[in-house]
């Protein structure tokens, strides 16, 4: 069983900075791919950044140059660092990993507003 728990939302200003912390628990493959979603009201859950064990990452193209998400395997942890956020950032952000299925976090909400 994967447990992943979410840490680091909060209530920040436009132009501001948080980071987002998922800790893994259970038995966690240093292949699987790592990632953080969102969801905003109203809005399906989309795909944030992802990475793989090896380091190859992807971001959707809203937040490339703001976000950066790394991982670290031997901690079986995976961060989020959010710079330049913007009102459009806010949502319930989610943590995933990817196993043959799909592993979520309860999620952490973020808030950009002023």
């Known amino acids: 069983q994967v447990q992943l728990v979410e840490s680091g939302g909060g209530l920040v200003q436009p132009g501001g900075s948080l980071r987002l912390s998922c800790a893994a628990s259970?038995?966690?493959?240093?292949?699987?791919?790592m990632g953080w979603y969102r969801q905003a009201p109203g809005k399906q859950r989309e795909l944030v950044a992802t990475?793989?064990?090896?380091?190859?990452?992807n971001y959707r193209g809203s937040v490339k140059g703001r976000f950066t998400i790394s991982r670290d395997n031997a901690k079986n942890t995976v961060s989020l660092q959010m710079n330049s956020l913007k009102a459009e950032d806010t949502a319930v952000y989610y943590c995933?990993?990817?196993?043959?299925?799909?592993?979520w976090g309860q999620g952490t909400q973020v808030t950009v507003s002023s």
């Open positions: 995933n990993v990817k196993m043959g299925l799909n592993y």
């Open positions: 259970g038995s966690i493959f240093s292949t699987s791919t």
């Open positions: 990475i793989t064990s090896g380091g190859s990452t």
